[in-house]
T-cell receptor, first 117, second 112 residues
Framework: NAGVTQTPKFQVLKTGQSMTLQCAQD?????MYWYRQDPGMGLRLIYY???????DKGEVPNGYNVSRLNKREFSLRLESAAPSQTSVYFC????????????????FGEGSRLTVL | EDKVVQSPLSLVVHEGDTVTLNCSYE??????LLWYKQEKKAPTFLFML????IEKKSGRLSSILDKKELFSILNITATQTGDSAVYLC????????????FGKGTKLSVKP
């Protein structure tokens, strides 16, 4: 009953360090997403992958890269972390068919809290 | 620019009260509006609305969409402390590959 699993749950980095957030889903979903959530800002889309082999930029992609490793896994990489990237990161997946969310439901992971000093 | 605006941003009520949360939107080629509840961690899905005037209901929660006036409301009757959470409204546009535009959320606190 895993759903969407993110690792790590917490991470502290120094400015300039790199790291990768891992995400895996076991629901055979086509589409996967990375969001960040900041106080007073709601959820903002960083990158998404509508299907295996494709990735696209969202609203706030600068400073991030992604890899859709296979249908299950979608990773988010910070090449040179900055304090502005301190946030809670959520991975999500959905049963996207014919270009739309099948039921409207995004399944979210439990979040990764990242602090950049 | 597509946007979703929720109001109020925060709300404190007592158990048993009825609350109404508001969500207005501006989006090109609207497809659906969704409500999520976020407690400590991950948001969880509540409703998806695509048609005007059709109420969706789940227990004490209900929601309705007005596509002419571009807004939705989420009602919670007989509130309980377990309803305390951030309620997120999101909109999906046609051709968006399932990307959702989220509002900033309404933080609801229910006091005993």
């Amino acid at each position: 009953n895993a759903g969407v699993t993110q690792t790590p749950k917490f991470q502290v980095l120094k400015t300039g360090q790199s790291m990768t957030l891992q995400c895996a889903q076991d629901m055979n979903h086509n589409s996967m997403y990375w969001y960040r959530q900041d106080p007073g800002m709601g959820l903002r889309l960083i990158y998404y992958s509508a299907s295996e082999g494709t990735t696209d930029k969202g609203e706030v992609p600068n400073g991030y890269n992604v890899s859709r490793l296979n249908k299950r896994e979608f990773s988010l990489r910070l090449e040179s972390a900055a304090p502005s990237q301190t946030s809670v990161y959520f991975c999500a997946s959905s049963a996207l068919t014919s270009g739309r969310i099948d039921t409207g439901e995004l399944f979210f992971g439990e979040g990764s809290r990242l602090t950049v000093l | 620019e597509d946007k979703v605006v929720q109001s109020p941003l925060s709300l404190v009520v007592h158990e048993g009260d009825t609350v109404t949360l508001n969500c207005s939107y501006e989006v090109t080629n609207f497809r659906s509006l969704l409500w999520y509840k976020q407690e400590k961690k991950a948001p969880t899905f509540l409703f998806m609305l695509t048609s005007s005037g059709i109420e969706k209901k789940s227990g004490r929660l209900s929601s309705i969409l007005d596509k002419k006036e571009l807004f939705s409301i989420l009602n919670i009757t007989a509130t309980q402390t377990g309803d305390s959470a951030v309620y997120l409204c999101a909109v999906e546009a046609r051709g968006s590959q399932g990307n959702l535009i989220f509002g900033k959320g309404t933080k609801l606190s229910v006091k005993p």
